[in-house]
T-cell receptor, first 114, second 111 residues
Framework: NAGVMQNPRHLVRRRGQEARLRCSPMKGHSHVYWYRQLPEEGLKFMVYLQKENIIDESGMPKERFSAEFPKEGPSILRIQQVVRGDSAAYFC????????????FGSGTRLTVV | QKEVEQNSGPLSVPEGAIASLNCTYSDRGSQSFFWYRQYSGKSPELIMSIYSNGDKEDGRFTAQLNKASQYVSLLIRDSQPSDSATYLCAVNLSGYSTLTFGKGTMLLVSP
């Protein structure tokens, strides 16, 4: 499967735990984007990364959230000390060269904080 | 604040009719425009892109762009119940490094 791969599909965490969401872009894509979607709301941009670089993190909350895209391996979105308000669908998308030609989305990770 | 606006709907049309979905955006300098379809519980899927004024057709889908009016639309001809989904408008607003999405319009096609 050459699509954008996200795992896990579903993640349940207790308040205060850490959540790690993984994303492997499509083959040939070096640009990765993370978005969050709450019920009845649109997709909200969080962070844009290329290999070993954060290009734009203007949508990421300043505390508890971090992202990386190492030279080897998938992109990771990390949420520390999760709270109930973090419950959402987190989508990763990739593109070969910036946003001008659209993104391909992964299937998403549904995070539930209990 | 630069924005992308869509009517949340639902837009209800009978099977076989034309569905018209609309989107306005706040930044006149925007260059790239996209329509995504999202079924309930699934991820967004790119269905159309448009970059210049006018119409772009792909099968039953036609995207229309009017940069002077800051307006982009999606027409779905011969609507089918399988077209029932939320349609997201996305714009590469100038000065932004990523796509900005509208909240989406829910389309319901009744048999």
């Amino acid at each position: 499967n050459a699509g954008v791969m996200q795992n896990p599909r579903h993640l349940v965490r207790r308040r205060g735990q850490e959540a790690r969401l993984r994303c492997s872009p499509m083959k040939g894509h070096s640009h990765v984007y993370w978005y969050r979607q709450l019920p009845e709301e649109g997709l909200k941009f969080m962070v844009y990364l290329q290999k070993e670089n954060i290009i734009d993190e203007s949508g990421m909350p300043k505390e508890r959230f971090s992202a990386e895209f190492p030279k080897e391996g998938p992109s990771i979105l990390r949420i520390q000390q999760v709270v109930r308000g973090d419950s959402a669908a987190y989508f990763c998308a990739s593109s070969p060269d910036g946003p001008n030609y659209g993104y391909t989305f992964g299937s998403g990770t549904r995070l539930t904080v209990v | 604040q630069k924005e992308v606006e869509q009517n949340s709907g639902p837009l209800s049309v009978p099977e076989g009719a034309i569905a018209s979905l609309n989107c306005t955006y706040s930044d006149r300098g925007s260059q790239s425009f996209f329509w995504y379809r999202q079924y309930s519980g699934k991820s967004p899927e790119l269905i159309m892109s448009i970059y210049s004024n006018g119409d772009k057709e792909d099968g039953r889908f036609t995207a229309q762009l009017n940069k002077a009016s800051q307006y982009v639309s999606l027409l779905i001809r011969d609507s089918q119940p399988s077209d029932s989904a939320t349609y997201l408008c996305a714009v590469n607003l100038s000065g932004y490094s990523t796509l900005t999405f509208g909240k989406g319009t829910m389309l319901l096609v009744s048999p």
